[in-house]
C-alpha cells in the first residue's frame, strides 16, 4: 500500500513540477496524513485555501529553498487523506530548517510566524493530522 501513496505522489510531483526539475541530492518529502475537516466545511474548500492562499505564502517566504506542493487522496485507502509534498534543494537545506525529525530551527520558526495568521486560518477549515512521513533523496 505504501508503494501506491509513493508512486501516487511521484505522478503529482511530476504533474506539478514543470519549469522546476528534480535534481540530484534534492530531497522529497512526502507527508501523508488525514484531514479533519470543520462542521459545514468541504474538502474542497480546504483544497483551495491551501493552494491559493497558503502554499503561494508559504513558498515565497521560502525563497526557492523548500516548494510545497498539495495532493489529495481521491479513492482508496487515502480517500480524504493529504500529501504535502516538500522539495528541498538538499539535506544541507532541510537540515537548516529542520535540524532534527519534528524540530524546527530558529530560522524557520521566524518563517512560520510571518505565515501564521494563514495557517490559523486554515485551522477553522480543518486540520491535518500527520499519520507519515519520509523525506527522499534524489539520486
Known amino acids: 500500500m505504501k508503494r501506491i501513496v509513493l508512486m501516487i505522489a511521484l505522478m503529482l510531483i511530476a504533474g506539478a513540477i514543470s519549469s522546476q526539475t528534480l535534481r540530484k541530492g534534492n530531497l522529497v518529502g512526502f507527508h501523508v496524513g488525514k484531514v479533519e475537516l470543520a462542521e459545514g466545511v468541504t474538502m474542497k474548500q480546504y483544497q483551495d485555501f491551501c493552494l ?17 506542493y498539495v495532493g489529495g487522496g481521491d479513492r482508496g485507502v487515502y480517500e480524504n487523506f493529504q500529501s504535502r509534498i516538500m522539495v528541498i534543494k538538499s539535506v544541507k537545506v532541510r537540515n537548516k530548517y529542520f535540524p532534527e525529525a519534528g524540530q524546527q530551527s530558529e530560522l524557520m520558526k521566524k518563517k512560520m510566524a510571518k ?16 499519520d507519515h512521513y519520509t523525506d527522499w533523496v534524489v539520486n
Open 52 to 68: 491559493n492562499k497558503l502554499l503561494p505564502a508559504y513558498n515565497k517566504e521560502m525563497g526557492g529553498d523548500i516548494v510545497v
Open 115 to 130: 505565515i501564521q495568521p494563514l495557517i490559523d486560518e486554515l485551522e477553522k477549515l480543518g486540520t491535518f493530522k500527520e
